[in-house]
C-alpha cells in the first residue's frame, strides 16, 4: 500500500499533517520550501477542528503552511518588532521601564503561520542554559523598576514543570516583581497537556499570576480549551486573551463578537487585538489598518467594554505599541468636543473652563 505522506518524507510536520487528512498529498513537494524556511507542527487538537474540504478553513488558514508564505514583501522584517535592539542579555527584552520580556525556550506545540518570531521560534534553538537563565535573573534582581516579567518565546507552558516551576518560583522571590505574566497558545492548541503537574508550577506566593491566552477564533474555544482555561484560573491565574486581527480568520465583525463573548464568558478578558505584524511571508494574512478600525467601530455598539479589547499596532524597530483603534471624540472649540456615538449621530459635549479661555487665546 502507498503511504499518502511518502511526498513529504523529508519533513515530519508536512507527515504528520498528510497523515492527519488535513493536507492533500499532492500539495507536499511545493511546501517542503516552505517548510525548510519556517516551522511546521500542527497539535491533533487542531488537526480535528480542521474541515479538509473547506479551503478557506479558518482553522487550516492559521497552521497549515501555504506557498505564499515564501513571497516577501519589501517592508517585511525578519525582527519586525525590534526585540534585537531591547535584548541587553539573550533572552531577555527590556523595551519599557517597568517591564521585561523573557523568552526561555523557542519551541510550541504548534506553530502559527503568521508568527512574529518565525526566525527565532521553532527553528531548533536550543532553550536557555541554566547560565543564560541565571543572566536573565541578575539583570532582573538588580533592576527595581522591573515590576511585572513576562514568560514569551516560544511558547512557556511546553517547558518541563520541573524547569517551568523553578523560574517562576525565581521570579516570584524578586521582591520588586509584581506580575508574572505567562503569553501561551497551548490552551487551545494542545489543551490536554494543562494538567495539575504544570499548573503547580505556575503557583506564585507574593507576584500575581496573569496568564494571555492567544486565541483568533471561536472554533478554537472547545470544550476541552475551556476545561483547560478553567483549570487555570481554578490555580489561581487571572486571564486575559491575545488575538492578531487575520484576513480570511477573523476579520468579520460577527466572527470577533463570538470569540469575545466567548472569551469573557470563560472568565477571560479580552485584552489586545494585535495588527498583524510585519514579519517575513505574512502579507496574504494582514489586512488594512482602517479594516481593523471599522471592525473596533462595528463592535463598539454590539458588545459590551467587558468584550473590547484594545487595537493595537507594533511600531517596527522596536518602538512599542501604540493603540490604532478609531477615535470617537474631535478636537475641542469653544462650543466643546465633537463625539460620535455608537449607533450614529455627531453630539456636543461641553468644554471645560480650562477649554474655553484655550479657545478664547487661540481665536
Known amino acids: 500500500m502507498t503511504d499518502p505522506a511518502a511526498g513529504a518524507r523529508r519533513d515530519p510536520g508536512l507527515v504528520r499533517l498528510v497523515r492527519a487528512g488535513v493536507l492533500a498529498p499532492e500539495r507536499t513537494a511545493a511546501l517542503e520550501a516552505v517548510a525548510r524556511r519556517h516551522a511546521v507542527a500542527v497539535a491533533p487538537d487542531l488537526c480535528a477542528l480542521i474541515d479538509p474540504a473547506d479551503p478557506a478553513d479558518p482553522v ?20 519586525p518588532i525590534g526585540d534585537a535592539a531591547h535584548m541587553p542579555v539573550e533572552g531577555l527584552v527590556h523595551r519599557y521601564p517597568d517591564r521585561v520580556l523573557l523568552m526561555p525556550g523557542a519551541a510550541c506545540a504548534a506553530y502559527c503561520r503568521f508568527c512574529f ?6 527553528t531548533g534553538a536550543a532553550a536557555l542554559g541554566p547560565a543564560e537563565l541565571d543572566a536573565c535573573l541578575d539583570y532582573i534582581r538588580a533592576r527595581p523598576a522591573i515590576w511585572e516579567v513576562i514568560l514569551s518565546g516560544g511558547d512557556p507552558l ?20 509584581g506580575v508574572v505574566r505567562v503569553h501561551t497558545r497551548l490552551p487551545v492548541v494542545d489543551p490536554r497537556r494543562i494538567t495539575p503537574a504544570l499548573t503547580g508550577a505556575l503557583a506564585t506566593t507574593d507576584s500575581a499570576l496573569w496568564v494571555a491566552v492567544h486565541v483568533n477564533h471561536p472554533r478554537e474555544l472547545t470544550a476541552v480549551a475551556l476545561a483547560a482555561i478553567r483549570r487555570l484560573i481554578d ?33 477571560v478578558k479580552p485584552y489586545y487585538l494585535h495588527h498583524a505584524d510585519l514579519a517575513q511571508g ?55 468636543w465633537r463625539a460620535e456615538a455608537p449607533g450614529g449621530g455627531v453630539h456636543r459635549y461641553p468644554p471645560t473652563a480650562g477649554e474655553v479661555s484655550r479657545a478664547d487665546e487661540a481665536g
Not at 518570531?117 to 521553532?122: D, K, L, S, Y
Request: aromatic fraction near 4%; hydrophobic fraction near 40%.
Open 117 to 122: 518570531r518565525r526566525t527565532r521560534v521553532g
Open 282 to 336: 505574512t502579507g496574504h494574512f494582514r489586512t488594512g489598518i482602517e479594516d481593523g478600525r471599522a471592525l473596533m467601530g462595528a463592535l463598539r455598539g454590539r458588545v459590551s467594554g467587558l468584550c473590547q479589547p484594545t487595537y493595537v499596532l507594533d511600531l517596527p524597530g522596536g518602538h512599542g505599541k501604540v493603540p490604532a483603534g478609531p477615535c470617537w471624540l474631535e478636537g475641542s472649540d469653544a462650543a466643546g
Open 158 to 177: 511546553v517547558l518541563a514543570p520541573r524547569r517551568l516551576g523553578a523560574l517562576v518560583a525565581a521570579l516570584d522571590a524578586i521582591s520588586h516583581v
Open 60 to 79: 487550516a488558514r492559521q497552521y497549515v503552511p501555504d506557498e505564499a508564505e515564501l513571497t516577501g514583501r519589501p517592508e517585511e522584517r525578519g525582527d
Open 235 to 267: 490555580a489561581g491565574a487571572a486571564l486575559v486573551s491575545q488575538t492578531v486581527l487575520l484576513r480570511g480568520v477573523n476579520d468579520d465583525p460577527a466572527v470577533l463578537e463570538a470569540l469575545f463573548r466567548a472569551l469573557v464568558r470563560a472568565r
